[in-house]
């Protein structure tokens, strides 16, 4: 079997220095297609260094997303093929808020290893933190086709009973036909998203969106709208990779406020009839 659950989970942490830079910040935000109309004020909170802000999903891919989910993958006990690897979920706890620049303490290792049956499912844990203390925990949920099988833990259920009722907020984002090209620039180069030809070896017919470029896209929707534009509010935010995004799509964006500190969110693709995109996901703000 590639995977040795056993050897993965005993295997030393990954340590080292990451830093990013307020350039790395806007890019990122670029890539989520902030900065549109180019002179509102609420995008320039996104787009100007003078301004600047750091939408808490950045924790993805700063230091240009190592260690995560390709990482992960060379990880000991660990050989599978790049073409059956899907991400599965996203999980992150901020403990304080992101600085728009910064160098620091990434540790990564792998915190489990569940037996789907038909998939394996690796948890990519990272801990960040810098000289003033832990800044972000990041569980990438790592999905590996036809690697199941062996008799392992199924893991827990992270499915959600779905919310009552209309949503509170209804919001639409298009994607641009550039917009995944422009997201790997920030340090996810899985050729998945950008080569029609490894996209069919994988299974689809042409190349798809990141789920993190969906997911961060997602985030800043609920704070733009919800949360009234302060990216410090938000304390976790989880969601389940539920259906692939091909650029040039809409993303329709549904939010149901739950109590004072949660937001429940279901995200679809538009021109698929609804097709959901990412399911069972929450936002945690103060």
């Known amino acids: 079997m590639p995977i040795d659950a056993a050897l993965a989970l005993a295997a030393e942490p990954r340590t080292g220095e990451i830093s990013w830079t307020t350039k790395d910040v806007q890019l990122y935000h670029l890539g989520l297609g902030a900065g549109t109309p180019a002179t509102d004020p609420d995008e320039l909170r996104y787009t100007l260094e003078s301004r600047l802000h750091v939408l808490p999903s950045f924790a ?32 992150l706890r901020l403990h304080r808020p992101i600085p728009a620049k910064g160098t620091a303490t990434s540790t990564g290792h792998i ?14 844990r990272t801990e960040v933190a810098d000289a003033d203390g832990p800044l972000w925990t990041n569980d990438a949920q790592i999905f590996v ?77 609920v704070v733009d709208t919800l949360l009234d534009g302060d990216v410090t509010r938000v304390r976790g935010y989880d969601t389940r990779f539920a259906g692939v995004v091909y650029p040039g799509e809409t993303l329709r964006i549904r939010m149901w406020r739950l109590g004072d500190t949660e937001v429940r969110v279901a995200v679809s693709a538009v021109e698929r009839d609804d097709a959901p995109v990412l399911a069972d996901t929450t936002v945690e703000h103060s």
């Open 111 to 124: 915190a489990a290893v569940y037996d789907k049956g038909k998939a394996a499912v690796l948890v990519m």
């Open 60 to 91: 993805t891919v700063a230091g240009n997303g190592s260690p995560g989910v390709i990482s992960g993958l060379s990880m000991p006990g660990i050989e599978v093929d790049l073409a059956r690897v899907l991400h599965g979920g996203q999980s």
């Open 145 to 221: 086709r036809g690697e199941g099988g062996w008799g392992g833990d199924r893991g827990p259920s992270t499915r959600l009973e779905p919310p009552t009722g209309a949503p509170d907020k209804v919001v639409e984002r298009a994607i641009r036909e550039d917009q995944a090209l422009l997201y790997r620039l920030s340090g996810d180069w899985n050729p998945l998203h950008a080569d029609p030809e490894f996209a069919k070896v994988a299974g689809f017919d042409r190349p798809i969106l990141h789920g993190l470029c969906t997911y961060g896209m997602t985030l800043k929707a």
